[in-house]
């Protein structure tokens, strides 16, 4: 019963609130440029110390209000980054036997980092069960 009542329409919850939050966070983002778009065009003269700053603080919310949808669509891998693909591919073609810079430090139960002699024989170890 729990089940059915986490998913609706086959999604799940906390995926659809995301949507939702994301969403209105993309409308009100909007909404500030647009403020910004008719402060610009509405004044008779822009460039007064006033009308910079409705801009500014217009564009600043906007820009507060983008981030996380932007921040949303990186970690679910839809929005390209530039030249992060060259920097996988790199970490890839490490040589055997060593870890990629980016990889989590190996740690033991206690959560003490492991010395460099035991994680490359956890290397060694992971080269020949592959």
């Given at each position: 019963m729990?089940?059915?009542?986490?998913?609706?329409?086959?999604?799940?919850v906390?995926?659809?609130?995301?949507?939702?939050?994301?969403?209105?966070?993309?409308?009100?983002?909007?909404?500030?440029v647009?403020?910004?778009?008719?402060?610009?065009?509405?004044?008779?003269?822009?460039l007064?110390?006033?009308?910079l700053?409705?801009?500014m603080?217009?564009?600043?919310?906007?820009?507060?209000f983008?981030?996380?949808p932007?921040?949303?669509?990186?970690?679910?891998?839809r929005?390209?980054?530039?030249?992060?693909?060259?920097?996988?591919?790199k970490e890839?073609?490490?040589?055997?036997?060593?870890?990629?810079?980016?990889?989590?430090?190996?740690?033991?139960?206690?959560?003490?980092?492991?010395?460099?002699?035991?994680?490359?024989?956890v290397?060694?170890?992971?080269q020949?069960?592959?």
């Amino acid at each position: 019963m729990w089940k059915e009542s986490a998913t609706l329409a086959g999604q799940p919850v906390m995926k659809r609130e995301a949507r939702v939050l994301n969403m209105v966070c993309i409308i009100a983002s909007l909404g500030f440029v647009a403020l910004a778009i008719l402060n610009a065009l509405t004044s008779p003269s822009f460039l007064t110390t006033d009308n910079l700053f409705v801009t500014m603080v217009c564009m600043l919310m906007a820009l507060m209000f983008a981030v996380n949808p932007l921040l949303y669509l990186k970690d679910e891998g839809r929005l390209p980054i530039p030249f992060q693909k060259q920097k996988a591919l790199k970490e890839q073609v490490a040589p055997r036997g060593t870890l990629p810079q980016s990889a989590p430090p190996l740690l033991d139960a206690k959560g003490r980092a492991v010395p460099p002699d035991v994680r490359s024989m956890v290397a060694n170890m992971k080269q020949k069960q592959s």
